[in-house]
């Protein structure tokens, strides 16, 4: 048997039917030819999928992965523009504190030239408190040393004098002159 004959008696069944008939639209359109059957396969696919509505299906599934893209680009640019805003919130307060340690820096040696004047001021002060000082202990000292040699020198003289006057006064002329002296220093300590 050849492999025709062999289709030809599956497609043919129990009874055998005869070849179907053609009809003539203006075109033949013959339902023996494989390319018919092909055809109205297709159609019938194309109503079945028009049918459950698969190119709606199809469209919205890519109208919602499109919002959903869009959706992603929107709020990666909200993101970008706030890290944008931050990173210029961020310099600004760099420069800000580059500032303020600037001023803060100045601030301090100002005060530290303020201080080491100060301290100058106080160094030179204490100095001369010191030399002032020295200069009154050498003043006493000097005024103590003349006070002593003064005391030595009326001492030494009264001494002298005590002794030319005992020797120039004897007797009866000294005693006399002694009560004289003694009454006289009386009154003045009196």
Known sequence: MAPNETLAQLT????EAG???SINLG??????????????GLIIFVGVVLYMKVPQAIMKSLDDRANGI???LSAAEALRREAEAKLADVQKRASEAEADARMIIEAARREAAQLASAAEAALVA?????EKLAEERIARAEADAVRDVKLAAVNTA??????????????KAGETEFARGLSAVTKALS
């Open 126 to 130: 204490r100095i001369s408190q010191r």
């Open 70 to 72: 869009s959706a992603e």
């Open 19 to 21: 070849p179907l008939p």
């Open 27 to 40: 075109f033949v359109l013959d339902m023996n030819d494989p390319t018919f059957w092909a055809l109205v």
């Open 12 to 15: 043919a069944g129990p009874a």
């Open 158 to 171: 009264s001494q002298a004098a005590a002794a030319i006057l005992t020797e120039q006064l004897a007797g």
